[in-house]
């Protein structure tokens, strides 16, 4: 267990999913090599689950085995190698213990991204736990600022060609409503500034 945190454990009868915590109530919710225990159709739901529960500003970190970190290293000579195998199936010493889904950055941010989260980016692994594996992915989101009622319009939109884009200050809006974004900013400069703040925002292209 951590310290500090509201520790959950099937093994101890409390459950990732669903989560028995009010709506917008968690500052942060950490998921170390846990959503590849759910089956693979469920992921998503898992993930909307996980999102339902944070603040507005809420982060939401995860961590998994990489797929193309393994397909990598068996393909570089580790054919033989034990653990690929623990990585891809779960050790299998109880019912909880099998990996049913499995991941790459690509997949991930595409799942954080549907589930409402904008900000996707890489994070470091903070405890001596599965998260400071080598073959770790790690990667989280943030949960949108609440929008006021001026934005209500976009709740029926499909998408936004944004002209004049500046350096996205908007971003947080349109991936509330989970939209995709093509921005078009003139400037150079400007334009290299709007690249790095829209990074982590998966529908949101320039």
Not at 50 to 59: D, I, M, N, Q, V
Request: charged share 25%; proline share 5%.
């Amino acid at each position: 267990p951590l310290e500090g945190w509201l520790n959950l454990d099937a093994k101890d009868g409390h459950w990732a999913l669903p989560l028995n915590v009010p709506d917008g109530m968690a500052d942060e919710i950490r998921a170390s090599h846990i959503l590849e225990h759910f089956p693979h159709n469920a992921v998503g739901v898992v993930v909307k689950e996980w999102a339902r529960a944070l603040k507005p500003g809420g982060r939401l970190k995860i961590a998994v085995p990489d797929f193309d970190y393994i397909v990598k290293a068996y393909s570089n000579g580790r054919r033989h190698d034990k653990m690929l195998e623990l990585y891809l199936f779960g050790g299998q010493v109880d019912a909880n213990d099998y990996h049913k889904a499995f991941f790459n950055e690509e997949k991930l941010r595409g799942i954080l991204t549907d589930a409402g989260l904008a900000d996707v980016k890489r994070w470091e692994a903070d405890a001596q736990d599965c998260s400071a594996y080598d073959v770790s992915l790690n990667l989280e989101g943030r949960k949108p600022q609440a929008l006021p009622k001026e934005h209500d319009f976009l709740k029926d939109a499909k998408g936004v060609i944004h002209v004049g884009a500046n350096t996205g200050q908007e971003r947080d809006v349109y991936a509330a409503h989970n939209l995709p974004v093509v921005w078009i900013e003139a400037l150079p400069e400007v334009f290299l500034k709007l690249g790095e703040n829209i990074a982590g925002y998966h529908h949101q292209t320039h």
